[in-house]
C-alpha cells in the first residue's frame, strides 16, 4: 500500500476518505444550481501476484459483438499510467479520489452526463491503450437520475459494475 500512496501522492489523487468532504460539496453544488453531474466509478485491482483463476477476471465486447475475457489486475506501473491519466486528461472542475478499499477510482464529472463521461472515459482509454483501457470496469451514475446523494451515486456505479448484463461492459474505442 506505500507504494500506491505514493504513486496517488505523484499524481495528486487524493484517498476517497480524504476527499470526501469536497467530493459531497461538489453533489451539493449541483443541487444547489440545479446542474447535473456524472460520477464514474472505475474499478481497478493492484496486482501483487499475478492469479490465474477466472474469479480476477471480467467480460467485456469488442466491437464485432465477440465475447472475450481479460484479467482485470493492473501491475504497479500501468497503476502508476492510470493515476498519471486522471491527472492529466481530466478537466480542472473535475475531481478524482481513490478508494483504496474496493481498489477504484470515484470521478465527478460536473456538467457532465453520461455520454459525455463516456467521451471522457474513452479519451483516458485512448491515452493509456487497450492492453489497460479493456481490462477496467466502468460504471456510470448521473445526477440527478440515479441519485441525489454522493452515496446514492456511488452504489450506483458499483451496481452497475457488478451487474454483468449491465451497459457498463461498453468496450473503449482505442485501436489494437
Known sequence: KNTVTSILDLASISPLRYALPDLILEVARARRLAHILSVVIIRVEIARKRKTSLSGNIRYFKKNQQLSTHVRQLALQEFADCSRAFRDLLREVDSVAFDSVRDQFVVILPG?????????????????????????????????????????????????????????????????
Not at 130 to 148: C, F, H, Q, T, W
Not at 150 to 157: A, T
Request: charged share 30%; net charge negative.
Open 112 to 176: 457532465a452526463d453520461r455520454s459525455h463521461a463516456m467521451e471522457t472515459i474513452n479519451r483516458i482509454g485512448k491515452f493509456l491503450g487497450p492492453s489497460i483501457a479493456n481490462r477496467m470496469k466502468i460504471g456510470i451514475a448521473e445526477y440527478p437520475k440515479d441519485g441525489l446523494f454522493l452515496e446514492d451515486l456511488i452504489d450506483y456505479g458499483m451496481k452497475e459494475i457488478e451487474d454483468t448484463d449491465s451497459s457498463s461492459d461498453f468496450d473503449i474505442e482505442v485501436s489494437a
